[in-house]
């Protein structure tokens, strides 16, 4: 499981975006979060990815308590949670070319050997060819870029995917591209998916659930996960 509970979190301790906020995802279940903007999603995300500290509450990773965020969190805890954003453009390295970009935790976590294996098998199933991963990001478009990072997020075969608005800027058919090769995963894998963003229509039907930003923050520091069953 990956599990939330009473997370409050933020950018200043006297302020917090996000009060009491509880959540849980199952293996191989796929969470819809939905809210309004600006009400803390991608801050919640964040916690979930483990890359931001929550100032209380606690989050339990396969009943592992974390304890350690970011470059602190053990990296059993941090390989085990994949991540994309809504904006490519933020999280890509423009040095890197996309097969550089793909290979980039394998690098890091010392299993430089497994690269060529893993991009050979990702590129094609993201949709890259072999000439769009010698491009760096400003050689291609916003979709193909994002196809990189969703290759990435998915390269050390994470448990767990957060997937914070993957599609809020691209088309239509990028959008069914993305979330296809994420369900795919999802089946093959047995991991468990967050997807983050406030398109109701694109969530209910991607998610076996979606949870309501409402109900996710109790009020009154009651908090408690609410999750609607998906029509
Ligand atoms: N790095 C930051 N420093 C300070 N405040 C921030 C930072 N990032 C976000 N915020 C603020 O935190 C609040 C929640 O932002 P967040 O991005 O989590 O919301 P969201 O629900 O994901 O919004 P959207 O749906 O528009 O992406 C906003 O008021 C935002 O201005």
Known sequence: MLELTRVTVGYDPRDPVVREASLSIAPGESV???GPSGC????LARVAALLHRPYAGAVVLDGEPVRGWRH???????????????QPRLSADPRLTLRELIAQPLRATGRRAEVPDRVAALAPAVGLTAELLGRRPHEVSDGQLQRACLARALVLR??????????AMLDASTTAALVEVVETYRRESGAGLLAVGHDRVLLERWCDRTADWRTVCGAGGTAQESMSPTP
């Open 32 to 34: 819809g979060l939905l």
């Open 40 to 43: 803390g999603k991608s801050t």
């Open 72 to 86: 602190a969190a053990p990296r059993a805890q941090r390989t085990a949670v994949g991540v994309v954003f809504q």
């Open 158 to 167: 994470p448990r767990w995917l957060i997937c914070d608005e993957m599609t």
